[in-house]
């Protein structure tokens, strides 16, 4: 039986497993959670996962939340030979991988959700000054992770790249990346954004996302 993934389109976590899920070969059953009906605060979904968020998953009597954990799960359960590319096992390399993901958890993607759940969930009608040079702060340590390399955690794509580039997609709309200030966080977004996975899942998602904000902003402009 396929893993069963609690996801919403424009969940970016929810689209870095999928994305992972795609690229190891590996077949998920996909259940929308309601996100703008609260469905990840149900009874039910707080029953698999206590902290009420998207994505969960299901695989048999296993349950798991947190996406970069998930991903470390699917990909030793399911990742075959794409393993030691995706999260490799030198050691400074993967402690690299380890860093952006926490980076991500920590920092990153909370910079994306301090916008997005005041938008639908509140009234704020756009970022706050505050709120846009903290992504451009955020903006700034990709560039510096990036460094000279090609991938961010190393010169091939990771796990890394998979979490934090979903974080770098969706968090466009929202206060969009200069290419003068970072220019290998540009030029790596557009690497990720030829990815066939990424175009498949990602860049629909984002743009649900974009839209969802969009109108949640005009809502509250009135
Ligand atoms: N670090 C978590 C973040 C999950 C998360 O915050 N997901 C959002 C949707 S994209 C959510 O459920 N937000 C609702 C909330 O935080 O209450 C992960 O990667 O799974």
Not at 25 to 36: N, Y
Not at 64 to 92: C, F, N, Q, V, W
Not at 113 to 118: F, G, H, I, Q, T
Not at 120 to 139: C, M, N
Request: charge should be neutral; glycine fraction near 6%; aromatic fraction near 8%.
């Amino acid at each position: 039986m396929a893993p069963v993934l609690y996801k919403t389109d424009a969940s970016p976590p929810a689209c870095a497993i999928r994305i992972l899920a795609e690229i190891i070969g590996l077949d998920l059953e996909l259940k929308d959670v309601d996100f703008m009906a609260l469905g990840h605060k149900s009874p039910e979904h707080i029953k698999l996962n206590p902290m009420g968020t998207i994505p969960t998953l299901q695989d048999g009597d296993f349950v798991i939340s947190e996406s970069h954990a998930t991903m470390k799960y699917l990909l030793s359960k399911y990742g075959g030979d794409k393993s030691e590319s995706l999260y490799p096992s030198d050691l400074r390399t993967r402690a690299i991988v380890d860093q952006c993901l926490f980076f991500n958890v920590g920092i990153f993607f909370i910079r994306l959700k301090v916008v997005v759940l005041p938008a639908v969930f509140g009234d704020s009608d756009g970022p706050t000054e505050k709120q846009k040079a903290d992504i451009d702060e955020a903006y700034g340590m990709v560039e510096a992770y990036l460094g000279t390399k090609k991938y961010i955690a190393a010169d091939h794509l990771t796990i890394a790249d998979i979490s934090v580039g979903a974080t770098t997609v969706a968090m466009q709309p929202l206060h969009k990346l200069d290419p003068v200030k970072f220019p290998r966080t540009a030029a790596w977004v557009s690497r990720l954004e030829e990815h066939p996975s990424f175009k498949k899942i990602l860049l629909p998602g984002a743009e649900v996302l974009r839209f969802v904000v969009n109108a949640a902003w005009e809502k509250n402009k009135k």
